[in-house]
């Protein structure tokens, strides 16, 4: 199976970066290469992407679709876009003009049975989207105690059935380890009640969402990122983040209006003695969401919402 992530919002996310040949572009979620290769085709000639994913296949997926373009225009790298800093330094640049977070699972990624992200395929739980990583989503099934998994299915899956389900797998792997996606799937399927599992989305989503971002810290390390990336983008640069699920996009939200935010003297002083200024401006007063009609061409886009802002001297 061929890595194929179709690119979200492509044309708005562009719009807002606004890349211009010589500019130097930071894509901290290569994914399949999508966006990648739309932005270095506008930053060329004399721009440079600087790319990174945790996922190998994807590198190699991104690797075949940028190569057309030239090596010497792109710098890709293995790894996690909370190292964004450390992966900036091994190169000549220090500071970038853009910067784009794709948050997105990739279609590759959950239709590939074996990655273990899908509850609609029977597969080993898996759920890494570093393979290289120790702990898989069978781990912490296995061995997470109630409370713990309870805390994570209600905190990252937002799921009001979070005890039940959490108790449930308990109970089953007394009687034998979970291994599988199927195996998962049913158990939650018998801790929700009837009603409420034939109403809204398959009744596994948010216990899988929950997981997934448990296995792959996704939102522990999302606003330090964020915060990084915002420091390394020179004035006038735009930073783009794409977020598909309400907890990221709250996350994105708040890093940003904290960013944003001048004066925090209390509103009791005659003048300003913080001497706080804004870091950012804020260029999506609300999040920009996907067209009717690329959600009826690509549904896994429904959900995504993008948040821009511009980094002000």
């Known amino acids: 199976m061929t890595f194929q992530h179709k ?11 606004e890349p211009l040949p010589g500019m130097v572009m930071l894509d901290c979620t290569l994914g399949g290469g999508g966006h990648s290769k739309a932005i270095l085709e506008k930053i060329l000639p004399g721009g440079k992407l600087i790319a990174l994913d945790q996922d190998l296949e994807a590198l190699e997926a991104a690797q075949q679709v940028l190569h057309p373009l030239g090596e010497d225009n792109y710098i890709i790298s293995h790894a996690n876009f909370k190292d964004l ?14 910067i784009l977070f794709d948050l997105g699972v990739s279609s590759y990624q959950l239709d590939r049975g074996e990655r273990g992200f899908s509850y609609q395929q029977d597969a080993f739980l898996d759920m890494r989207m570093d393979r290289t990583a120790s702990k898989k989503a069978y781990d912490l099934v296995n061995e997470c105690t109630e409370e713990e998994l309870t805390r994570i299915i209600w905190n990252y899956g937002e799921e009001r059935w979070a005890k039940r389900i959490a108790s449930f797998i308990v109970h089953a792997r007394e009687q034998e380890l979970i291994r599988t996606t199927g195996q998962l799937v049913q158990i939650i399927k ?13 009744p596994a989503k948010r216990t ?3 997981l997934r971002i448990a296995v792959n810290h996704e939102l522990e390390i999302l606003a330090p990122a964020l915060k990084a990336g915002l420091e390394i983008l020179k004035p006038g640069g735009r930073m783009a983040v794409l977020t598909f699920h309400s907890l990221e996009d709250r996350l994105a939200k708040r890093v940003f209006k904290d960013a944003a935010q001048g004066c925090i003297c209390s509103k009791d002083l005659p003048i300003c003695i913080c001497k706080h200024k804004p870091k950012i401006k804020i260029l999506t007063r609300k999040p920009v969401i996907p067209s009717e ?13 993008l948040r821009v802002v511009e980094r002000i001297d």
């Open 293 to 305: 009609q690329e959600i009826a061409e690509n549904p896994r886009a429904r959900s995504a919402k």
């Open 208 to 210: 899988f969402q929950a």
């Open 190 to 202: 018998k801790a929700i009640p009837g009603d409420a599992r034939r109403q809204g989305p398959h």
């Open 7 to 17: 690119p979200v919002l492509l044309r708005e996310v562009l719009a807002y970066l």
């Open 85 to 98: 800093k450390k992966v900036l330094k091994q190169t000549p640049y220090r500071q970038v003009e853009g």
